[in-house]
């Protein structure tokens, strides 16, 4: 416990994130090829703050049509009615209903936004060099990369739904425009959480100590 | 340094290798970088990493064989959940039915290609993907030693189940059907039951897999590319 905390990175070894050797690059070298299973190797994932960053806004701009425009157009007899996300969980609520909604709401509007938050939060205390709460960053960082998939949640919602009601001439239900943002959403919170490297927010104390 | 040891591309190839490190127990935490020393564990016990409680390594007790019988069932629940009618809706009189695959036709037929395709990829083809590279893994590592094609599917293997989503799909489903409900009489398929028991079993067969017994077994990426190359010499003299 005396020993002050060695890194792979210190010691110059480099992590297999495939098959989990270590191994030690070509002298002079920064990357190279895991000699178990192939897989290219580097000290950290390459450019993970900036491809994190790139994924991260593109999923909050795609946020926004994403929450105004409608998931579902509704059209029965009397006339067309859109729903968007929030207007879908308002429709759910009702005295059975009212936990289905509540999954929706939470995997729709409330982990995306979440999410987004998180990795942002993430991102800023890695460049600021942060070493304080690593522990809780990194747990932070593996509940987002839990969590992230549930958000389909409402994709599937509304392609069954869509897919089940065609009454015609009755009702029937098509998928709308904010459908598409949304999913680009989920895709984009997906991507972010992949690209992130977790042992950034370690390496501060790296840093600091030597 | 590089370029002196030979001419030929096929010499530079086998440059890229990194040099494995001798001392096979020590490892270091994917999540904070950590170098360590696995113990030795018995099956059911779990090392993890201590500056960041990462779990780095669980011993399984029979894994390979554990994992192949899941696999197994897993492919044949996912055939019966992609073949025979999932949902039905019934309203005055009238009946309409469909599958997973019918969900992402309608999408497309309506021009939201864009979704219809994440559908199908997330619903249906990781799916595949992840059982169907499981199974080849496990019947590769028969051989001995493992050839290296099942790392090259182990290595991809993370990526198919970040990206299948069965469960995910499971609630969307029945959050469907309840909002159905209020409209008509919603008929429960037999792929639903399917799909409900998928779930189950492809968490077991993640969980009863050890991908590290696998990797102790493979033939080395390096020693396959200087096996190609002495090959490739020999018939190069032989011409």
Known sequence: MNAPALTAMQQGLQNCEACGLLSRPAPGEEEGECPRCGQSLDFRKPASLQRTWAFLMAAAICYIPANVLPVLTTTTATGTESDTILQGVILLWSPSGWPLSLIVLFASIMIPSAKIIALAYLLITVHRRSNSNSEQRVRLYRIVEFIGRWSMVDVFVDTFTAALIQLQPLMSVEPGPGLFFFAAVVVFTMLAAESFDPRLIWDADEFDGG | ?239
């Open chain 2, 1 to 239: 340094m590089r370029n002196s040891t030979g001419g030929t591309t096929e010499s530079i190839d086998l440059l890229m290798y990194n040099q494995p490190i001798a001392d096979r127990s020590l490892v270091s935490c994917p999540h904070c970088d950590l170098l360590q020393r696995l113990p030795d564990l018995a099956p059911g016990a779990a090392a993890r990493c201590p500056r960041c409680n990462f779990e780095l390594w669980r011993p399984r007790t029979d894994s390979l064989n554990r994992t192949l019988a899941l696999t197994i069932a897993a492919a044949i629940l996912y055939i019966v959940a992609n073949t025979v009618p999932m949902l039905g809706l019934s309203v005055v009189g009238r009946e309409a039915f469909t599958t997973v695959i019918g969900g992402a036709q309608h999408l497309w037929d309506d021009g939201s290609t864009t979704v219809a395709i994440l559908v199908l990829f997330t619903a249906v083809l990781a799916p595949a993907l992840q059982i169907g590279f499981m199974l080849a893994i496990v019947i590769g590592t028969w051989r001995d030693p493992v050839p290296g094609w099942v790392g090259f599917l182990l290595r991809h293997h993370g990526t198919t189940r970040t990206w299948s989503m069965i469960e995910v799909m499971m609630l969307g489903v029945l959050v469907a059907l309840t909002k159905i409900a209020d409209y008509a009489t919603v008929i429960p398929g037999l792929a639903l039951f399917a799909l409900g028991a998928l779930v189950f079993v492809l968490a077991g067969m993640q969980s009863a897999f050890d991908p590290r017994e696998v990797w102790e077994r493979i033939e080395w990426a390096q020693t396959r590319a200087e096996r190609k190359l002495a090959q490739e010499r020999a018939s190069g003299f032989a011409s």
